[in-house]
C-alpha cells in the first residue's frame, strides 16, 4: 500500500511541482527501499520474538493469581501508558513535519521567480 501511495504521490508532485527544480528526477530508489524493508523485517521478528516467547512459556502459577487480581501490575500498566504516550507524540511529530513540508510546497509553488524583486 506505501509503495502504490509513494508511486501516485510522486507521480502527482511531478505533475503539480510545475518548475520545481529537478521535479522530474524524484524516482524510487531501490537501495533505499531494500534497506528499509530489511529494518521493517528485523524489527518485526525482533519485537515479535519476545511476547511469542514469552507466551509459549507461560507459568500457570503467575497466570492464575493474575486472574484473581484482574489488575496489571503498576510497572505493566505505567509501561503500557508510556509506551502509548510516546506513539502518540511520535505521530504528532510526523504529521507536524509533514503538514510543514506541504506547506512549504504549496508556498513555493504559488512564488513566481518575479516576486523577488521590488516593486516601483
Known amino acids: 500500500m506505501g509503495m ?3 508511486l501516485g ?13 529537478n521535479s522530474e528526477s524524484i524516482t524510487i530508489d531501490g537501495r533505499v527501499l531494500l534497506f528499509t524493508l530489511g529494518i521493517s523485517l528485523l524489527t518485526a521478528i525482533l519485537f515479535g520474538l519476545a511476547p511469542a516467547l514469552q507466551v509459549s512459556r507461560p507459568d500457570l502459577n503467575l497466570v492464575l493469581r493474575e486472574g484473581e487480581r484482574k489488575t496489571a501490575s503498576v510497572s505493566r500498566r505505567l509501561a503500557r501508558h508510556s509506551l502509548a504516550v510516546s506513539e502518540v507524540a511520535l505521530a504528532m511529530v510526523l504529521l507536524v513535519g ?15 521567480p518575479d516576486s523577488t524583486r521590488a516593486t516601483p
Open 9 to 21: 504521490g510522486i507521480t502527482y508532485f511531478s505533475f503539480a511541482g510545475g518548475e520545481f527544480p
Open 4 to 6: 502504490i501511495l509513494t
Open 98 to 112: 509533514a503538514g510543514l513540508m506541504i506547506n512549504t510546497i504549496l508556498r513555493y509553488d504559488r512564488s513566481s
